[in-house]
């Protein structure tokens, strides 16, 4: 197609829903009634709502109209065939097991691999991936490339794997104790930082020679295919549909969330060649998520899952536009001097809270202060991606301190327009340039398991 000088989005609005901007007096009692988290805020509190790209996409007409041709049989439901169908045709694995969304696939795929005392090789951990990991007795090891820690590296590919430590990991603990690697796609916790294609190649050529599957987390894979587009030598001419095609088969299966890239409010899978493998986790399948032909999803939610899939790939601008509207913010941003990781990632801008906030240190949770600031100054709701998401080392019971303290501002996909992004990139800047008045947190309220989302804090008496 030939190259314009600007983007725009390939589609125009036909619905529209109202927000409302509630004042300053209302946010600062809602953020301290939601324990400075904003997991725990109500969105009818929130103005521009960047929590989460998860489940908040805008479905399309075409979308809502297959929603009415939902097949609501309990077993062979014609839904369950159209979109597996569509798996097959657009990620090209053959067994195709549907799942409530992208943590049950995990699920499940973690109960048929892993054996207590296993290791699983990652780059870079995700929250419930690395949860279903440890739950089902493995260790997840950390094997992306060092770039990915420094939000300041401009590395084109931050989400490579480091085939060195992975080599180093396979020498120390043998392969059989690796039953998979995991590796992300446009890595969440970087800051939606993309692999190439060469490092997958070379990643899944290394796996097979110790006769350790390649398990993909496919849940942005589209927007990962797009960066190869526009960064890899070789693929400028290809469509992102035949990229990520080409990304999918380099790995022997794949988990997905359906909230991101395949544009619906619900719904998952997981894929995989191996029909033996597919067969026992479709064995737990029926017990913990549903039949095998609905997984979890309603047959109205297959038929929207299997128009997302065609429609995300149907022209590359869709996938241009949406990552466009990410770096048109992140821009801003820059020009502005406010650090953020770099590059610009595909789902979302992330704020250097350590950067931001260097007065107020990581155990007093500097990035869900921030978080809780921004919410405060304009009704703008991001979601804290630091320490208090990396969670307790589960043998010393210690904080685990990531490299990165960040505060994510995740873009819906077709929902905000320029004009949200004007504001929430005004707010972020006001909000920095009175960085000094913002306390630090201490807990009031820690979770157990997955703490950032119900945990709950006070400021620091003293500080800020
Ligand atoms: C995101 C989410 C949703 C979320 C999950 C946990 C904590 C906070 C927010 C979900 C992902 C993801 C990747 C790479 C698997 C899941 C789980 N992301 N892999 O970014 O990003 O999928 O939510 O459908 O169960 O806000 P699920």
């Not at 097991?97 to 054996?115: F, M």
């Not at 960066?227 to 095609?245: D, N, P, T």
């Not at 890239?261 to 998952?268: A, K, P, R």
């Amino acid at each position: 197609m030939a190259q314009r000088r600007s983007w725009a989005e390939p589609y125009k609005i036909k619905v529209v829903e109202p927000i409302v901007m509630t004042t300053r007096g209302d946010r600062d009692r809602a953020i301290e009634e939601a324990g400075y988290n904003t997991f725990l805020l109500r969105s009818d509190d929130v103005f521009i709502d960047l929590l989460t790209d998860s489940g908040t996409s805008a479905m399309s007409d075409r979308q809502w109209g297959a929603l009415m041709q939902g097949d609501e049989a309990y077993a062979g439901s014609r839904s369950y065939y159209r979109l597996e169908d569509a798996v097959r045709d657009v990620y090209g694995y053959e067994e195709f097991i549907p799942t409530h969304q992208g943590r049950g696939a995990e699920h499940i795929l973690s109960q048929i691999l892993i054996e207590e005392g296993d290791v699983v090789p990652g780059n870079m951990y995700f929250t419930t991936t690395r949860f279903h990991q440890e739950y089902a007795g493995g260790r997840f090891v950390d094997v992306i490339i060092e770039e990915a820690h420094d939000p300041a590296s401009p590395h084109p590919f931050k989400g490579n794997v480091d085939l060195a430590k992975l080599s180093a990991l396979i020498e120390e603990v043998g392969a059989e104790r690796i039953p998979y690697i995991s590796v992300e796609t446009n890595v969440n916790m970087a800051g939606g930082q993309p692999l190439s294609m060469a490092n997958l190649k070379e990643t899944y050529e290394l796996c097979r020679k110790h006769g350790i599957l390649l398990m993909l987390d496919a849940t942005r894979a589209l927007e990962n295919a797009w960066f190869i587009q526009q960064r890899e030598e070789g693929y400028q001419e290809k469509s992102v549909k035949a990229i990520l095609h080409e990304i999918c088969s380099h790995s022997d299966g794949a988990t997905v969330s359906s909230k991101k890239d395949n544009l619906v409010n619900i719904g998952g899978f997981l894929a995989l060649r191996d029909p033996k493998l597919a067969g026992r986790a479709r064995d737990l399948l029926v017990a913990f998520e549903g039949l095998h032909t609905y997984g979890g999803m309603s047959g109205r939610d297959m038929e929207a899952l299997a128009a997302g899939i065609y429609e995300m790939v149907a022209v590359d601008d869709h996938v241009r536009a949406r990552i466009g509207q990410v770096q048109y913010l992140g821009e801003i941003l820059m020009k502005e001097g406010i650090p953020i990781v770099q590059p610009i990632g595909g789902h979302g801008i992330f704020l250097d809270a350590k950067a931001i906030l260097p007065d107020i240190p990581q155990a007093q949770f500097p990035a869900q202060a921030l978080a809780a600031a921004l919410y405060v100054d304009a009704g703008v709701r991001g979601m804290e991606r630091g320490v208090v998401s990396a969670g307790r080392d589960p043998t010393t019971g210690d904080h685990r301190y990531p490299k990165l303290e960040l505060v994510r501002l995740a873009i819906p996909r077709r929902v905000y327009t320029q004009a949200h992004m004007d504001v929430t990139a005004e707010s972020v800047v006001a909000v920095t340039e009175k960085s000094d008045a913002i306390p630090g947190l201490e807990f009031t309220y820690e979770p157990d398991e997955l703490r950032f989302f119900r945990s709950r804090f006070r400021p620091v008496v003293g500080s800020g």
